[in-house]
């Protein structure tokens, strides 16, 4: 599938347009675009009025930094600084803001609540300030973006998650693959790929994390026989999601049976509806015809599934701005799971 993208409005409500002056708004695009992305309004008061300080970017990338990496040394290496000239920008920050940021000791750094509190808006700064230097280069129309996503996202609600991105960004494209995290994160390796929404169920320190959310026996309205083999529809291995199920159906000495596999959301669903099978899923992809079994059925509970982002390294600042773009985007936009 192939899509152009800009940047989207966050919902509908209207803002007046006498809030702003027009001076801020970036060239070719109309004020009532600009005012609606909430987004970016927020962000252009937070920096504008009142006269309040304007906090340094070059503060917030080190801060930016150092709360992903989780330490000022790796932190350092990223941006080319020593380590205590990171931890001179984390108190000078911290003297702007007026509040710690940070705590820290010999082991481990963490974010003060405010610090959680001024991260959102530090990354949505750095975006924009990117996003205009971007744009004042004017060399935005080479800016291609591969993405890769499973399937359990492109059959639900992603496509139109990046549709609203692509709504304000029509001079830049982006191409999606569909497959499993393992052969994308495959095809990663060859260059062939530039950013991937994956998901796992068990730790692994690589990737951003983005969010997490339940993974549930999903099973149509017909309830499944107690006591009996439990037929499963799964997707093929490599999944966390099949793998999962099984470790916990062991785990309870459950027998089982697989009795479909597809990569195909749809299919396996299909099962489930009619009574075939159960199939673990995600909590936001689970269709509104279907339902959860849970403790109902006697099936031992699964755990959370965690959905990461991969970002191949070498990418160009082009590809890498809206790389950070759509993380931050899809991230904001994904619907809620169910509980």
């Given amino acids: ?79 080319n600084l020593t380590q205590s000239a990171v931890s001179a920008h984390i108190r000078r920050l911290e003297e702007q803001a007026g509040n710690v940021l940070l705590e820290r000791n010999t082991r481990t750094v963490a974010l003060t609540p405010q610090g959680q509190a001024l991260l959102g808006y530090a990354k949505a700064i750095l975006r924009l300030s990117e996003e205009a230097r971007t744009l004042m280069k004017g060399n935005a129309n080479a800016v291609h973006l591969r993405i890769g996503a499973s399937d359990d996202l492109t059959s639900t609600w992603l496509p139109s998650v990046l549709k609203r991105f692509q709504d304000f960004r029509s001079e830049r494209t982006l191409e999606i693959q569909i497959s499993n995290t393992t052969t994308l994160l495959e095809t990663m390796d060859k260059g062939e790929l530039d950013l991937i929404v994956g998901c796992r169920c068990r730790g692994d320190p690589s990737g951003i994390h983005m969010w997490s959310e339940p993974l549930r026996w999903v099973i149509g309205t017909t309830p499944l026989e107690t006591g009996a083999t439990v037929p499963l529809a799964v997707f093929p291995e490599p999944c966390p999601y099949r793998d999962a199920a099984l470790v916990a159906l062991a785990a309870k000495n459950c027998k089982w049976m697989i009795v479909s596999v597809s990569p195909s959301l749809g299919s396996l669903t299909a099962m489930a509806a009619a009574g075939l099978a159960v199939t673990p899923l995600n909590s936001s992809s689970i269709p509104a015809k279907l339902q959860t079994a849970g403790a109902i059925q006697s099936l031992p509970p699964l755990p959370e599934v965690e959905f990461v982002a991969h970002i191949r390294p070498g990418l160009s600042e082009e590809n890498m701005l809206l790389t950070r773009s759509i993380i931050d985007w899809i991230t904001l936009n994904r619907p809620k799971s169910t509980s």
């Fill in 1 to 79: 599938m192939k899509a152009n993208t800009s940047v989207a409005t966050t919902n509908g409500n209207q803002v007046s347009s006498n809030m702003l002056p027009t001076s801020y708004l970036p060239p070719k695009k109309s004020e009532p675009n600009f005012i609606h992305d909430e987004k970016r309004f927020i962000i252009m008061l937070f920096m504008t009025i009142r006269g309040e300080t304007v906090f340094d970017i070059v503060l917030l990338r080190t801060f930016e930094a150092v709360a992903s990496l989780s330490s000022f040394t790796k932190a350092g290496q990223q941006l």
